[in-house]
């Protein structure tokens, strides 16, 4: 999938400016859950950052963002749900998305394009989510 827009944009500025701040939010709140996985508001803190941050990508019709954005969504959830404690397989996980969104961003704000493959990342997702 791919999505062009001028790159010059003011809203694309604005955006990636944004995506950054919610970004690097939803990294720390991530990095907290795993000191301390029982606390509910961090749990509920990261899920609304991952979505605010999935809805801004549509608004732009950024599709990879929003597909890697909506699993990474699912990957929390499905930990969440099963009370389980952030182990390395699931940060590592958790923190490959994060690179692949930010290659996203830095190919948005050079060409204005998005053309980086998600597909491996979303696979690596649905391994454990259906495990």
Known sequence: ???RMGSHSLLLDEYLDEFE?????????FLDLE???SQEHLWD??????????????LMGLDPIVSVAHAMETLVSQCR???ENIDSAMTELYF??????RDLADELGVSG???HDVSP??????EIVLA
């Open 45 to 58: 803190c990261l899920m609304r950052n991952l979505h605010s941050f999935k809805g801004s990508a549509q």
């Open 96 to 101: 490959h998305c994060v690179d692949v969104l």
């Open 121 to 126: 990342v979303l696979r690596k997702i649905d």
């Open 113 to 115: 394009t998005c053309y």
């Open 1 to 3: 999938m791919q999505h």
């Open 81 to 83: 749900q099963q009370g």
């Open 21 to 29: 701040d919610l970004l690097s939010e939803i990294e720390q709140t």
């Open 35 to 37: 000191e301390n996985s």
